[in-house]
C-alpha cells in the first residue's frame, strides 16, 4: 500500500489568510483526491487531482477557495483560501493504488480558524 | 454526497465480543471499502469488497456484500481495547468514494 505524508500536521490560522497543505507519496500515483472532514462529520470529497490535467471540483467546492497544484506523480498541495472559522476541519489527502482499487489515505492536516 | 448510511451510529461491547455493523446505500457500485479511523486521525484501509464478490475475510475482520439489498457488513471477532475507533464504509463509483456517517465503536476491558 502506500504510504502518504502530509505537512503540515495541524496548524490555527487566523481568519483572512490562506494555507498551504502538502501531500508526498512514496510511490507514483495517477489519482490523488483531496478531502474535507469537518468536526464530528464524515468525509467529503472536494477535489480530484490527476497530474497532467486541471483538478476536477465537486459540487460546493471551487477553484479560488481550494486551489490544487499536482506537479507530478508523487506530490500535491491543497490551499485553503481566505480562511473564515467555518474551514476549520480535518483535510485529508488520498491516493488509488496503481491497480486502481484500493484507496489510502494520509494522516490528515487539522486546520483551527479563529 | 453521502451515499453509504452506517447502522448503528454507536456500539458499546466488552472486549471478546463480536461487534457488527451495517451499511446501506441507494446507487449501483463498483466497490465498497471499509475504512477505520481512531480519534480524528488518518484513515486505515481495512477491506475492499468487489461488486461480484459476496464475502472477505481479513484477519478478525469478515465483510459481506448484497447488491440486491444495497447493504454491506463488517464483522470484527472477538473485540480488543484497540478495536475502538470509527468505522467508515465507502461506496465506490466511478473512482470516486462517498463515506457514510460512521459508527463509533467502544470495546470496554
Known amino acids: 500500500s502506500a504510504v502518504i505524508s502530509q505537512k503540515p500536521s495541524r496548524d490555527i490560522c487566523q481568519r483572512g489568510t490562506s494555507l498551504t497543505i502538502q501531500c508526498q507519496v512514496d510511490?507514483?500515483?495517477?489519482?490523488m483526491f483531496w478531502y474535507r472532514q469537518q468536526p464530528g462529520q464524515s468525509l467529503t470529497l472536494i477535489a480530484t487531482a490527476n497530474q497532467g490535467s486541471e483538478a476536477t471540483y465537486e459540487s460546493g467546492f471551487v477553484i479560488d477557495k481550494f486551489p490544487i497544484s499536482r506537479p507530478n506523480l508523487t506530490f500535491s498541495t491543497l490551499t485553503v483560501s481566505n480562511m473564515s472559522p467555518e474551514d476549520s476541519s480535518i483535510y485529508l489527502c488520498s491516493v488509488r493504488d496503481r491497480g486502481g482499487y484500493e484507496q489510502y489515505f494520509g494522516p490528515g492536516t487539522r486546520l483551527t480558524v479563529t | 454526497s453521502q451515499q453509504g448510511e452506517e447502522d448503528p451510529q454507536a456500539l458499546s461491547i466488552q472486549e471478546g465480543e463480536n461487534a457488527t455493523m451495517n451499511c446501506s446505500y441507494k446507487?449501483?457500485?463498483?466497490?465498497l471499502q471499509w475504512y477505520r479511523q481512531n480519534s480524528g486521525r488518518g484513515l486505515v484501509h481495512l477491506i475492499l469488497?468487489?461488486?461480484?464478490?459476496r464475502e472477505k475475510h481479513s484477519g478478525r475482520l469478515r465483510v459481506t456484500l448484497d447488491t440486491s439489498k444495497k447493504s454491506s457488513s463488517l464483522l470484527i471477532t472477538a473485540s480488543r481495547a484497540a478495536d475502538t475507533a470509527s468505522y467508515f464504509c465507502?461506496?465506490?463509483?466511478?473512482?470516486?468514494?462517498?463515506f457514510g456517517a460512521g459508527t463509533t465503536v467502544t470495546v470496554r476491558a
Open positions: 446507487t449501483s457500485i463498483n466497490n
Open positions: 510511490s507514483q500515483v495517477t489519482m
Open positions: 469488497i468487489r461488486s461480484n464478490e
Open positions: 465507502a461506496t465506490d463509483v466511478d473512482y470516486k468514494l462517498s
